[in-house]
């Protein structure tokens, strides 16, 4: 046997060995931590991978950064033939790529695409070091540039070892244009034959070299996350987006306190990460000034997992240590940041989990155990007693029905902001009167309705979620309907998803699709309207978690709007802050609350003096940022009721 095949298979095994074991290391809290399934429905996940992973879906909305990976991801996959010629060549005798095109298609595909892959080191080293993203603060800067170099030694050795080759036989290969060319400069140094195999030898050491260094590397660095994204993706949660994995059957505690505690898809999530920032860039309590970047929040949690694998380490607590109390409070549960991510992260369930944990051992905010409380004595986080519920339908003119005691076609599940706050309060009435000139045989529980427990849920009460829940049902299940309505986003979820868990499957809509279908009828007609210029925006509940995105914006175009978009809408859209309980939390550390920033970007389009809302918190939450920057002169937020009105009378 050559003594260089025998270097090349005691430089492999070692390069596995050490590569392997840092694997290992990395690995080893994945593999022992509580299971979850995860291997359902394997059609559906290899469709995520071949979308997520093959078409860049979510890379490609940022525009840069998406191209420069896409290059680098395909210029890999084309060059690992070189890599696999390379040690091929030294492992075996006489192997060669040459039968199946190693010396014509792919070797004219190794040339284009090592210069694609160069192109896109000069895109990653340009953003890196000129554009600087403020996504990237907080990153290890100089893992990246470790791995910028690593991976043009690669290619550059790869190309010089051809170059080599093509001037010893002394003749280009079209099939090598950019070897060739190289070639072609190194004929200036009227390199004897010898002298050009040699080169052609040394550059096929340092190829070597390059890829095994870069083996042993990559274990340690965030950008293992070639080898981990195929398989974050593949075990993604396929949960509907609006249910929240439930506590594990037989788990005596509430919540998580310990790193250990979390299951191995959430470990697997923590050494999947690229640091990339993207779920940063969604947060807006992180816009806010919030103690909250879920970018950070996945790497301490990860850097912690791992200090405690390996020994030695200070023994922190996870809440309170690791991670602040402030930081999981921030959160507005709006799923922005799992949107964001390109490899399936979920930063917002390992929040709601440890939540749960704060909540267990009563570390609440006074404002939020106020919230609570309210809800455990009245079943609404406002605190009034249950019979004035329906306060509001008093002054109406007509009776809305008892759905109690009769059978409705839609059943209104009203929700606690527009049954109780007086700034809804008009909204809900308007509502009301409209279903009712339009003939639409509804009804509503009256003072039996709850709380949906929605955010109840996801402040991590998960004891009075199920409280509510089961009451809700209770009081559903007793009545005769064949729709459910709400307008309040927040419900339906509840009502859609979260209800699942008790075995419940309802047919629930938000208002706007029931408003879309009246308009459809014709029984509901454009207000007067002057096709001014609106902008729109998407509840979180409604858009990211239930799709709703298409009826709210057919009702605007069939109210003679013209829809003027803002940057961040649909899937992207910006929540208003009140989300995930925060409307029940202090939030006076903001730097610049989020629903003060969507309204400035909505004054930023320039010719949008409307901000049409679907959301009882958002009008809330909106009202009063237009209030607090004193822009009520130039633009008004408006529900979506405002814009129809019946066509017939009652």
């Known amino acids: 046997m050559p003594v260089s095949q025998v270097a090349l298979i005691c430089l492999l095994a070692a390069t596995l060995a050490i590569s392997g074991f840092r694997f290992y290391r990395v690995l080893a809290p994945v593999f022992r931590a509580p299971k979850v399934n995860r291997l359902d429905k394997p059609l559906e996940r290899i469709e995520g991978v071949v979308v997520d992973v093959g078409m860049h879906r979510r890379l490609f909305r940022k525009r840069y950064s998406g191209t420069l990976h896409a290059l680098m991801f395909c210029g890999f996959i084309v060059l690992f033939t070189a890599i696999i010629q390379s040690f091929g060549s030294g492992l075996i005798p006489g192997f060669s790529l040459s039968p199946i095109g190693g010396d014509s298609w792919i070797a004219l595909g190794q040339d284009i695409f090592a210069i694609l892959v160069v192109v896109a080191l000069s895109m990653a ?30 290619v550059g050795t790869m190309l010089l070892e051809n170059a080599f080759h093509i001037a ?7 099939w090598r244009p950019v070897s060739s060319a190289i070639a072609g400069m190194l004929g200036s140094f009227q390199l004897s034959q010898p002298a050009a195999e040699f080169g052609a030898e040394i550059f096929y050491w340092a190829h070597i070299g390059a890829v095994l260094t870069f083996l042993i590397y990559i274990p340690g660095s965030k ?8 398989p974050n993706i593949y075990l993604r949660n396929l949960m509907p987006k609006g249910i929240i994995s439930p506590l594990a059957a037989g788990d005596s505690s509430l919540g998580i306190s310990d790193i250990d505690q979390f299951n191995w ?3 697997l999530d923590l050494v999947s990460c690229t640091e990339c920032g993207r779920c940063q860039e969604a947060c807006p309590a992180h816009a806010a000034g919030l103690p909250l970047s879920p970018k950070k929040v996945i790497m301490d949690l990860r850097d912690h997992m791992i200090a405690n694998e390996q020994g030695g380490a200070e023994k922190v607590p996870l809440i309170g240590g690791v991670i602040s109390q402030e930081t999981l409070w921030a959160c507005t549960s709006c799923r922005a940041c799992m949107e964001a991510c390109p490899v399936r992260i979920e930063p917002m369930t390992k929040i709601i989990e440890m939540r749960r944990s704060l909540v267990e051992d009563g570390a609440v905010e006074p404002l939020l155990q106020d919230s609570l409380s309210n809800l455990q004595r009245n079943g609404n986080s406002l605190g009034k007693p249950a019979r004035q519920r329906a306060k509001w339908t008093k002054d109406l003119g007509f009776t809305i029905k008892d759905a109690r005691k009769e059978p409705v076609d839609i059943l209104w599940f009203v929700g606690d902001y527009a049954s109780y706050d007086p700034r809804i309060l008009p909204i809900t009435t308007k509502v009301a009167r409209t279903l009712h000139e339009c003939g639409v045989d509804f009804g509503i529980l009256y003072d039996t309705e709850q709380n949906s427990g929605n955010d109840v849920r ?136 989020p629903s003060e920033s969507r309204i400035k970007e909505a004054l930023a389009l320039g010719d949008a003096n409307v901000f049409v809302v ?29 814009l129809v009105r019946p066509t017939i009378a009652s």
């Open 125 to 154: 080293a340009y953003q890196r070091a000129v554009l600087k993203p403020a996504r990237f603060q907080g990153s290890n800067a100089t893992d990246a540039w470790v791995i910028y170099g690593l991976v043009s030694c690669v």
């Open 168 to 174: 010893s036989v002394g003749y280009a290969s079209p």
């Open 223 to 230: 950008h293992r996350h070639m080898f981990m994204a195929i």
């Open 265 to 267: 898809k959430h470990k």
């Open 458 to 593: 996801r402040v991590g009460e998960e004891v009075m979620f199920e409280t509510l829940a089961r009451h809700n049902i209770e009081a559903i299940d007793g009545c005769s309907f064949k729709r459910i309505m709400t307008t309040d986003p927040h419900s339906l979820n509840a009502l859609r998803q979260e209800y699942r868990l008790f075995g419940k499957e309802y047919e629930v809509v938000h208002y706007t699709q029931l408003l879309l279908e009246l308009l459809q009828a014709g029984i509901l007609a454009p207000t007067a309207s002057d096709g001014g210029v609106v902008t729109y925006h998407d509840p979180c509940y409604l858009g990211r978690y239930n799709n709703g995105f298409d009826a709210p914006r057919e009702i605007i175009r069939r109210s003679g709007f013209k829809l003027h978009e803002m940057g961040r809408c649909r899937e992207n859209s910006f929540c208003c802050g009140a989300g995930g309980g925060r409307i029940w939390l202090d939030d006076s550390k903001s730097v610049e609350r």
């Open 614 to 642: 679907a959301c009882p918190k958002d009008t809330v939450m909106y009202s009063a940022a237009v209030q607090a920057l004193g822009v009520g002169d130039r633009i008004v937020v408006r529900d979506m009721i405002d």
